[in-house]
């Protein structure tokens, strides 16, 4: 739009310059007159697209009453239907609502199928809610039955048809004043994403499985053998011991075997791996082990590499 505006201006601009060097008469005068044009033309569709801008984020204001659980609810109506009672919930992820108001309001039909958990109707959306001065088309919502909504209905002897959430709040800028017991909403341009959808491969996980390899920073010289009895195995193995390593210079031997490692229990190949990856190269670490049934106390500086 203001490159649209800019290249009118110019052009007009330079309309007015070329009328100025055929007639010298005309002179400033019809540059000015070309400006007083360009002005008159500009400033009602400058001053129309900022009053859209603020009609866009003019804040509107919704009524609600606080229940005995602290819970906000709220009457609106949907689809032109109603007035139902809502509970509006800042921390829900998603909207949903009763089957009874969703086929009431045409949310969903009459007839649609119903699963046996909940009378759970899937995915649907509400094509207007209206509450106090908010309007709000196309919001995405889950229909079934909540056991928590009945239950608080039944400690306010009021049915309660749905709760709005994320789906409903993430539009907006929303400020709560509960002494005045009302909220202003104000729109921002953020983008909801589909929670619903989204949900079952973040439960899931990556489809790719990913591995995570333990390398210490130092060299020890070592190659270790499998722990025999998980948890209550005594130790780690070491099958070999390179000739020359700080394994060695340490006193280390194969066929001993490794309990702890700088004071870090080793039960299992990954542990002893885990915490050689603590010891930074050229640190000595104290490294218990089991040789010959008997306890010995070793200190190993591991070497620099990788």
Known sequence: MRMMLAMFLAALVA??????????????????????????????????????????????VVPFRMLPTNHMLVEAKINGKGPYHLI??????????????SEESGVVEARAPRSFLFGMRGE???????????????????VFDHPILGALGEMIDQRIDGIMGFTLFARYRTTIDYQAKRMTFVPVDYEVRDLMKELPERMLGPKVARERVLAPPGVWGIRLGKAEGGL??????VATVDD???????????????????????????????????????????????????????????????
């Open 232 to 237: 209550d195995a005594p130790g780690v193995p």
């Open 124 to 142: 649907a959306e509400i094509d207007k809610l209206e509450a106090g001065g908010l309007t709000v088309t196309r919001l995405p919502v889950i």
């Open 244 to 306: 020359g390593s700080p394994a060695q210079r340490g006193g280390l031997r194969a066929g001993d075997v490794l309990t702890t490692l700088d004071g870090r229990w080793t039960t299992s190949i990954n542990d002893v791996f885990a915490a050689a990856a603590e010891v930074e190269p050229g640190q000595p670490v104290e490294v218990v082990i089991l040789r010959d049934g008997k306890e010995v106390t070793l200190t190993i500086a591991p070497g620099e590499g990788a």
């Open 15 to 60: 309309t007015g310059v070329g009328r100025s060097l055929r007639s010298a008469r005309a002179g400033s005068g019809a540059e000015k007159a070309q400006q007083a044009i360009a002005a008159k033309a500009v400033v009602p569709a400058v001053v129309k697209e900022k009053a859209h801008d603020d009609e866009k984020a003019k804040p509107v």
């Open 88 to 101: 509006f919930d800042l921390g829900a992820p998603i909207t949903l609502l009763g089957n009874k108001v």
